[in-house]
C-alpha cells in the first residue's frame, strides 16, 4: 500500500508562485515505478489531472498550465512536485497527487491553492 501527503499549499496573489509537495509512505517501489502526477478539483467539478510524469522523467501538462507549472520527481525521496508560477485566480484548488493511470492509490487529502487578484 501507499499513502500520500500532499502540501505546500496556500494562499497567494495573482503572478505568485508555490511549490507543491506530495511525500509517499509505504511500498516505495511502486511509487518509484509509476507515473504520477497532479491533480486538482473545484467544487462541483471533477478531479483534473494538470501534470503528469512518467517513471523516466517524460512530463506532460495540460494546455492550461503549460509553460507556468513543472513537474518533478525524486524517486529516491518517494516524492513527486509541482513548481507553480505566474499563478492566476483560476488555478484556485485543492490539488492531488496520485497516479495518472489505474489502480491509482488511495487519494490523499490534497491541499489547497488559492490565488487572489
Known amino acids: 500500500q501507499v499513502q500520500l501527503v500532499e502540501s505546500g499549499g496556500g494562499e497567494v496573489q495573482s503572478g505568485g508562485s508555490l511549490r507543491l509537495s506530495c511525500a509517499a509512505s509505504?511500498?516505495?517501489?511502486?511509487?518509484?515505478?509509476?507515473?504520477l502526477g497532479w491533480y486538482r478539483q473545484t467544487p462541483g467539478n471533477e478531479r483534473d489531472l494538470v501534470a503528469r510524469i512518467s517513471s523516466g522523467g517524460t512530463a506532460y501538462y495540460a494546455d492550461s498550465v503549460r509553460g507556468r507549472f513543472t513537474i518533478s520527481r525524486d524517486n529516491a525521496k518517494s516524492a513527486i512536485y509541482l513548481q507553480m508560477n505566474s499563478l492566476k485566480p483560476e488555478d484556485t484548488a485543492v490539488y492531488y497527487c496520485?497516479?495518472?493511470?489505474?489502480?491509482?492509490?488511495?487519494w490523499g487529502q490534497g491541499t489547497r491553492v488559492t490565488v487572489s487578484s
Open positions: 496520485n497516479r495518472y493511470q489505474s489502480p491509482r492509490f488511495s
Open positions: 509505504g511500498n516505495g517501489n511502486i511509487f518509484s515505478s509509476s507515473g
